[in-house]
């Protein structure tokens, strides 16, 4: 679907690139073997097929960062198949919902590897940066308004400057709305019956248990929610992924 936008042109919204997709130009390749393409003038096709250009050899050469800066931010899930088995799938717990409350519990997917960080035991930015070990993108629910800008003031030094495939406005995309447990829900995705009914204010709960009284069980089970809220960011961005993509191929 990288190839299919034409949103990284200069003043080609959604509506233009419509247009394009309906001339039978449907790839950066198309338009750039056409030797000329309605309603562009030739000065402005000779600059659009270098732009093109550069994308396919950034896309071919594995510079997300460089392609992320070229693709509108909305339209980042679009790098997902290309990059997601380099991506870091990210969630974190806060002993609040201000931007400067204390990180108590992140978890990193990426690849094969599942990372649970907790504050006080092994949560730093050393840590952090190792388990994210420089991802071609970020997957997250909500991380554009939450997670990314709580850890970035939290660990100013981590570099979290990456195109970002936010589930939350995905879904929104798809036609989902609600929150990661009842998108869940919605698509038939379970989770073990000791966290099923967990939520942002129990995690919140279960960290003040662990600090106060240095209950076990309640930072197993946090660390558990955590887990379970990371992992099942995969299955939902692959989902969400098919559906944008069968959305655009309805439109073009």
Known sequence: MIKNTFQILPSVGAGRERGIWGSGILTWDDFTECRSVKGVSEESKNRFDGILEEASGLLDG????????????????????????????????????????TVTVVTVCKGDDVTTLVDGIDLDAESLAEALDDPAMIVSFNGSCFDLPVLRYSFPALDLERPHFDLRFGCRRAGYSGGLKYIERELGMARDDDIADLDGFDAVRLWKYWTRAHD???????????????????????????KLVRKCMTRS
């Open 216 to 242: 076990k069980r309640s930072l197993d089970l946090l660390v558990g929610y955590n887990r379970a809220d990371t992992i099942n960011l995969k299955t939902l961005a692959d989902i969400m992924y098919d």
């Open 62 to 101: 594995g510079d997300s960062l460089a392609l992320g800066e070229i693709i509108p931010r909305k339209e980042h899930w679009r790098m997902y198949e290309h990059f997601k088995d380099r991506a870091a799938f990210l969630d974190i717990e806060t002993d609040g919902l201000e931007r400067d409350s």
